[in-house]
């Protein structure tokens, strides 16, 4: 069975450019999350859908963050106009029940730089 | 709000050196709690849980015990393996907020 899948692995562009991260769940995964890793400090939550829908974009940093999950499959992540900060890796969770504390399975990220 | 807040690394260790990488947390009621593993050009995987209060997860060697006196959850493993070279996340759930949250992590190197 296929993982989580994202794409592309790493993106270098400049400041004021955008960007689109995408993100293929495991088959069957409802629950999708986009969390957010900046210079080696702590994982962050960005946003959480359950199939199609948000279920919460509390994490998302402003409005240059756009998360679209279409047909409650793959998802993509846009951010634009890139600023400095936005730089590090972004990582796709996908679970099918959390309930009982169930397990988050992830992609291995995309490193995205701006310079 | 809750956090998790683990040992800055990055540790170096030997192998077969005993391994202790501390996790605390902050939160209400009773969380979950896990240590995941991101092995070089990898995701995150789970490595071991525990869902409450003195429950002890354990997996590939490595085990932490839920200690809610305490608020941690530290990950131990008596001989560590070069293969154990990795960055290591603790990370609680909140079943209220169908939310993960993580600590910043800590790199482990094992050198032969």
């Known amino acids: 069975e296929a993982g989580v899948t994202q794409f592309p692995s790493h993106s270098v562009i400049e400041k004021g450019q955008t960007v689109t991260l995408r993100c293929d769940p495991i088959s069957g995964h409802d629950n999708l999350y986009w969390y957010r890793r900046v210079m080696g400090k702590e994982i962050k939550f960005l946003l959480h859908?359950?199939?199609?829908?948000?279920?919460?974009e509390s994490g998302m940093p402003n409005n240059r963050f756009l998360a679209e999950r279409t047909g409650g499959t793959y998802s993509t992540l846009k951010v634009q106009p890139a600023e400095l900060e936005d730089s590090g890796v972004y990582f796709c969770?996908?679970?099918?029940?959390?309930?009982?504390?169930?397990?988050?399975?992830f992609g291995e990220g995309s490193r995205l730089t701006v310079l | 709000g809750d956090s998790v807040t683990q040992m800055e690394g990055p540790v170096t260790l030997s192998e077969e050196a005993f391994l202790t990488i501390n996790c605390t947390y902050t939160?209400?009621?009773?969380?979950?709690l896990f240590w995941y593993v991101q092995y070089p050009g990898e995701g995150l995987q789970l490595l071991l849980k525990a869902t409450k209060a003195d429950d002890k997860g354990s997996n590939k060697g490595f085990e932490a015990t839920y200690r809610k006196e305490t608020t941690s959850f530290h990950l131990e493993k008596g001989s560590v393996q070069v293969s154990d070279s990795a960055v290591y996340f603790c990370?609680?759930?909140?079943?209220?907020?169908?939310?993960?949250?993580f600590g910043s992590g800590t790199k482990l190197n094992v050198k032969p």
């Open positions: 859908f359950v199939k199609e829908s948000k279920q919460d």
């Open positions: 969770a996908s679970s099918q029940d959390l309930s009982g504390g169930g397990e988050l399975f």
């Open positions: 939160a209400t009621g009773y969380p979950s």
């Open positions: 990370a609680l759930f909140r079943y209220n907020f169908n939310k993960f949250y």
